[in-house]
């Protein structure tokens, strides 16, 4: 068995909880409140300025001279697709001073410690969920939503899309290769800081939907 397929097997109930939140359900039929959303995308735009810095660190440690494309590909693709959605939804707000939550702390925090203190495949595990969850439950949406006047229709297409599955397929590919050439322990360590990535996708949607904010 391949190695993203233990990994996906091992978060698998995670990812019928993220399913069952009522911010995805909402997305799908459309009636997921404009301020919840709005407080999703702000805190989106602070994770993925990091997460983009971490996929272009990874890059810089990477031998393979195709891998580190597609990782430095990743990195400015996640900055332009994401600035055109935010601009798209958040017109109104993009010089509004955005605190991150204490949900995109520790999630960028996990990153940024895969990459500095972990190894180059725990690292490439630990920014896997982010393109897999995202595209699974895009492609959830897809098969499910509402289409009629749905707000959030470009959000829905963008990550329910065939070039984003592309870019998935090849991330699990790298992260699936990187498995291979390593130790049965390395890849216990990879399927850990997979699963706990897996697990703040869960929690980065719920944060959302609880507007979540710092305690007093």
């Known amino acids: 068995m391949k190695w993203s397929e233990e990994a996906w097997r091992a978060s698998a109930p995670v990812y019928e909880a993220i399913l069952h939140l009522p911010f995805i359900k909402e997305l799908i039929s459309g009636d997921l ?6 407080f999703y995308l702000q805190q989106d735009a602070l994770y993925l300025a990091e997460y983009g810095k971490i996929l272009a660190g990874i890059a810089g440690k990477l031998d393979q001279k195709d891998w580190r494309e597609a990782f430095l590909k990743f990195a400015s693709d996640t900055v332009s697709v994401e600035q055109a959605l935010h601009q798209l939804y958040l017109k109104e707000d993009k010089h509004k001073e955005t605190e991150a939550t204490p949900t995109c702390t520790l999630y960028t925090g996990h990153l940024y410690q895969q990459l500095a203190g972990a190894s180059i495949e725990e690292a490439l595990a630990a920014v896997l969920p982010c393109f897999w969850v995202y595209q699974k439950v895009g492609d959830h949406i897809l098969a499910h939503q509402n289409q009629i006047n749905n707000p959030y229709q470009a959000w829905i297409n963008t990550y ?10 090849k991330a699990i590919a790298i992260c699936d290769a990187a498995a291979v050439d390593t130790t049965p322990a390395r890849r216990k360590q990879m399927t850990r800081a997979f699963g706990l990535a897996f697990k703040m996708e869960w929690m980065f949607w719920n944060s959302a939907w609880d507007l979540e904010q710092w305690p007093v």
């Open 33 to 38: 409140p404009q301020e919840k959303f709005q």
């Open 160 to 169: 329910g899309g065939e070039d984003f599955a592309l870019a998935v397929n």
